[in-house]
């Protein structure tokens, strides 16, 4: 992996934002920019349906995003896989720059540029410090605007794409999140944001070259700044030249299903949802709430079952290690609410029975006040 190119998978790009900014400025210049009025956020829509959205917080580090509303959701049957493989080859060949080049510049003038992809997003997020930005926009822009996609340079970089496979069949974690979009969804949410090994070979240049076209269109953009002037973000978007043609999104449709891999693991696991709801929905708070109140991570505590609800009531039920929580995912026009178990072949029956009985005490009696409150503090804190 390239030194000052990152690639991940992230379902949020605020999680790729640290909240507070390492400063290297001295005491006293410190004290004079928090005298600074702080600046509310400014949003301009251009012409090219671009979305342009800044927030200046006197930082000396910027941090610009190019968020392009297209993933795997985007993508048909033959194009399975191809925003994994376009996060993976990110760092290839643009028109201006060579692979090797792309690495140099972003070295010479300190700076990192990470791509993430989700299911909905695709973002490539650039850090920089705040006088050699605009250099590092410029690298930006090519590799979101101009990727060559050489043939030959696909099949040399193929094999980091074979590793993430490998790396991604070895997580049951990562493998549960898809499973139960596949179980849940009919189409488009059902597609993995990891490439399926079937179709691995297909990914070449002529198809990733027209599902780019396609998906990567200029009223797909968001451009964000952080510690940027709007203005000079403005001026910033002129360099992403993308196609203008405008493309539909397929609508996801939830189907109720069961899904099952058949292996040998010691540990079984289990995920149950239904359907949520939408990021636009007015009950997307309430379900966020919900899924603290019930329990959102793996906080366990040491020689005792968790601190949340379902740790302190279902896990009292194994014999051996076992995990419990809930989770809560919104897409632009659905979501799933859900739960994960992990246990022993052993104890996973009880805990899928004791999860059913706590779920029928809350729908009958609810949360408490206390679990209530501590689930909105939680929330606050994401």
Not at 63 to 77: I, K, M, P, Q
Not at 244 to 269: P, Y
């Amino acid at each position: 992996m390239m030194s000052s190119l990152s690639l991940r998978a992230r379902s949020n790009l605020l999680s790729a934002m640290p909240k507070r900014f390492a400063s290297s400025l001295s005491a006293s210049k410190m004290q004079d920019s928090n005298k600074q009025i702080k600046e509310s956020i400014k949003m301009t829509k251009l012409d090219n349906g671009i979305l342009v959205a800044s927030l200046e917080n006197s930082s000396p580090i910027s941090r610009v995003a190019a968020v392009l509303n297209t993933g795997s959701r985007d993508e048909n049957h033959a194009e399975q896989g191809s925003t994994h493989a376009l996060r993976v080859f990110s760092n290839l060949a643009t028109r201006n720059f060579s692979s090797f080049g792309i690495t140099r510049n972003l070295d010479q003038i300190g700076a990192q540029l990470s791509i993430s992809s989700t299911r909905e997003n695709t973002t490539y997020l650039l850090e920089s410090v705040r006088n050699n930005i605009s250099r590092g926009v410029d690298i930006l822009s090519e590799i979101v605007s101009r990727p060559e996609l050489r043939h030959w340079e696909i099949d040399d970089t193929k094999s980091r794409l074979e590793f993430e496979l490998e790396v991604y069949e070895q997580q049951p974690e990562l493998k549960i999140v898809d499973m139960i979009h596949k179980a849940s969804f009919k189409n488009s949410l059902s597609n993995s944001i990891y490439a399926p090994r079937f179709n691995v070979p297909n990914l070449k240049s002529e198809l990733l070259s027209g599902f780019r076209q396609k998906n990567f269109t200029s009223n797909r953009l968001t451009l964000i700044g952080l510690g940027v002037d709007h203005d000079d973000l403005i001026r910033f978007a002129d360099q992403f030249r993308l196609s203008t043609a405008s493309s539909t999104r397929q609508a996801a449709r939830f189907i109720s299903s069961e899904l099952r891999e058949e292996n040998l693991d010691d540990l079984v696991h289990v995920a149950i949802a239904a359907e949520g709801v939408g990021q636009s929905n007015k009950e997307a708070l309430a379900s966020a709430v919900a899924s603290h109140a019930f329990g959102s991570v793996y906080n366990r505590i040491k020689y005792s079952n968790g601190a949340s609800r379902l740790s302190r009531s279902v896990l009292q039920l194994a014999k051996e290690s076992a995990g419990v929580t809930s989770f809560n995912v919104n897409y632009s026009d659905t979501g799933l609410f859900g739960f994960h178990l992990i246990g022993s072949t052993n104890d996973i029956g009880n805990l899928a029975k004791g999860l059913y009985q706590e779920l029928s005490k809350v729908a009958t009696s609810g949360f408490s006040n206390e679990e209530i409150n501590r689930a909105k503090y939680f929330k606050l804190g994401d």
